[in-house]
């Protein structure tokens, strides 16, 4: 079955549960300006930019995506740990780049900039980095 990417507008008591478990054992970096991975998902749905993504009716992985007038930002990507190294957040990636350029607009990775993970994942991807 594949990787299906959806907003996030009003989720289900398990979608909610899959997100905690998500960002869940996320470093604190990530987490930033957020205190806590329940604010970063509420103000997610708040503001209508959570995205995930779903397999066997299971949320695997999530994002915030803006989309601004100049270019998208893709933040916050997180996967559960059990589910890494499987091509999960590469399908979020994937599908937010090409909204993004159906859209008009460069897609942009949002991180901390002094966080080596995020340069690196950010070069791997071939995405320009800003800063959060």
């Not at 907003?7 to 990530?30: G, H």
């Amino acid at each position: 079955m594949p990787v299906y990417i959806e907003k996030v507008a009003t989720p289900s008591p398990q979608d909610r549960t899959d997100l905690a478990k998500i960002y869940a054992d996320a470093p604190a970096w990530l987490l930033a300006p957020h205190a806590s991975a329940d604010e970063l998902i509420a103000a997610g749905i708040e503001r209508g930019t959570l995205v995930a993504a779903r397999f066997n009716d299971r949320l695997l992985g999530a994002a915030l995506l803006e989309k601004g007038e100049n270019r998208w930002l893709l933040s916050h990507l997180c996967v559960r740990k059990i589910t890494r190294r499987r091509g999960v957040a590469q399908r979020l990636l994937d599908e937010a780049l090409r909204i993004a350029v159906e859209d008009g607009k460069p897609l942009h990775l949002g991180a901390p900039r002094d966080q080596l993970e995020s340069q690196a994942f950010a070069a791997h991807v071939k995405l320009p980095l800003e800063s959060l």
